[in-house]
């Protein structure tokens, strides 16, 4: 038995953004992006090997900017799952989560600690995906748990039974349908309509309407986090573009509503199969109780979209907003983490 | 001989009866003026009162209270004196104790105990953890 104390954590590695939650009341958030300098002078710039989240982003054009994830897992070569690419993108992952499990310690005076983490995964990551992260754990983690990112965010809201979880990531988009025990393959759809393809859509609209405005994907990204819509009603939006040079505002307005419903078809399907396919008698509960969670989530009118809809489709639908989206799936990992019994983490250890 | 002495009678009556009332219209003014001199003291006293002695009354007070806050220091100072010796004395007492042997007890850690886990959700985190071990196996019968 261990004498250490012990510090749990609960970890999502997101396609976009890393979260991790940890029960020394730490939680931190970073764009999932590292950069490593290109020469000597921006090594100089940045005042160190390797720069994290908003500073490698923001030091863009003086390093190497790389994304680890894609599509809720590890970056993987096309031909070879095991390539050089992948094998770059484990240790830059690794080096995140490094980065994130060095803000947890900030306020420990004890450093010597048991680390315990859950990390969660895409509900329909393959078992190699989910290999992946106990690999980029390792070393980092002194115990460590997969768990899909949808239960997760059931599991820290308490809701195990009758709920249809939907986390709208940058990469996927995950329906879990829960029914009081883990979600198998038939209770789960991911789609990759997600952030990212909100993100690509929007950039195709706006290059279609102001074709002489000069503009990269991180500007219209920012844009679109905080003013995504699909609602009728509310002001016309205005973005800064330059245009030969000047900054022009232009109307975004209608490009930003379609770019933002183009996830919605895959979300109402997803929805449709998992309710039309649960037990008849239980269906009416599981129609009340739609929870959507994930940074997507916060795209304004989307549950009344989704209400809609099943009204339509299915008759009655009940949609509610996790309060803390960003965090949620990274809560309930949490919240795992500190209800498994130690000898379930024993064991664990024992078949390594 | 006898009418001169008459005359010089009658004029030593005369001025006789002359100082002496010149010594009494003295008098009366000498009494007058006392008089209007006391009511006019009497009237103006209080408001003098007020003015001159008030204040050094006032002064006298502060001066003695004054005096008691320097008293009241001093007792302060006492007892920081008695409470810095009585820490001086824990210190030894301290360090006779560490140095016989006995080490300070440390302070007494929160322990975290974990909430009780109905049965539902032991199965769900043993599924789970069934799960991982299953991740854990080699690469033998993997999807």
């Given at each position: 038995m261990h004498n250490k104390k012990i510090l749990n954590i609960g970890i999502d590695l997101g396609t976009s953004r890393s979260v991790i939650v940890c029960d020394n009341g730490i939680r931190q958030a970073i764009p999932s992006f590292i950069g490593y300098p290109k020469d000597a002078v921006s090594q100089k710039l940045i005042g160190g090997d390797v720069v994290y989240g908003e500073d490698a982003i923001k030091n863009r054009l003086s390093v190497h900017l790389y994304r680890p994830f894609d599509k809720g897992v590890l970056l993987q070569d096309k031909s070879d799952k095991n390539g050089e690419e992948h094998i770059k993108a484990s240790e830059i992952a690794r080096s995140l989560l490094r980065k994130l499990i060095a803000y947890a310690f900030?306020?420990?005076?004890?450093?010597n600690l048991l680390i315990r983490g859950v990390i969660g995964a895409p509900a329909l990551a393959s078992l190699n995906n989910k290999k992946d992260f106990l690999e980029i754990a390792d070393g980092v983690l002194d115990d460590v748990m997969i768990a899909s990112e949808p239960f997760c965010v059931a599991y820290g809201m308490n809701i195990l039974t009758n709920a249809l979880i939907i986390d709208i990531g940058a990469g996927t988009t995950d329906l879990c349908r829960m029914?009081?025990?883990?979600?198998g393959a038939d209770d789960q759809i991911t789609t990759f309509k997600a952030g990212d393809y909100v993100d690509k859509n929007f950039l195709e609209l706006i290059e279609k309407k102001y074709k002489e405005a000069n503009f990269t994907v991180n500007m219209i990204k920012r844009f679109k986090e905080e003013n995504a819509s699909i609602s009728e009603q509310g002001e016309k939006l205005f973005i800064e573009l330059p245009i030969n040079g000047k900054p022009t505002s232009c109307d975004v307005t209608s490009e930003l509503r379609e770019a933002c419903r183009a996830i919605v078809p895959d979300i109402v399907e997803g929805i449709r199969k998992l309710v039309a396919t649960f037990d008849p008698e239980f269906q009416n509960d599981l129609k009340q109780n739609v929870i959507l969670a994930g940074?997507?989530?916060?795209?304004?009118g989307l549950h009344k979209e989704i209400e809609n809809y099943m009204k339509k489709t299915l008759g009655y639908g009940k949609v509610t907003r996790v309060e803390d989206s960003l965090y949620a799936g990274a809560n309930g990992a949490l919240m795992l983490c500190k209800d498994m019994p130690d000898e379930y983490w024993d064991e664990l250890k024992t078949r390594k | 001989m006898g009418q001169l002495m008459n005359m010089i009678i009658k004029t030593s009556n005369y001025s006789v009866a002359a100082f002496e009332y010149a010594g009494l219209v003295s008098y009366s003014y000498a009494k007058r003026s006392g008089l209007a001199l006391k009511s006019g003291i009497s009237k103006m006293g209080p408001p003098i009162k007020r003015v001159t002695v008030t204040p050094l009354m006032y002064c006298g007070q502060k001066i003695g209270g004054i005096g008691k806050v320097f008293k009241r220091k001093n007792v302060i100072e006492e007892r920081l004196l008695s409470i810095v010796e009585k820490l001086d004395s824990i210190d030894s007492r301290l360090a006779n104790i560490e140095n016989m042997g006995v080490s300070v007890a440390e302070r007494p850690k929160l322990v975290k105990e974990k909430k009780p886990l109905n049965d539902g959700k032991k199965m769900l985190l043993k599924a789970i953890v069934s799960e991982n071990i299953l991740l854990r196996q080699p690469q033998e019968g993997m999807q």
């Open positions: 900030e306020e420990e005076e004890d450093k029914h009081g025990t883990i979600p940074g997507g989530s916060r795209i304004i | -």
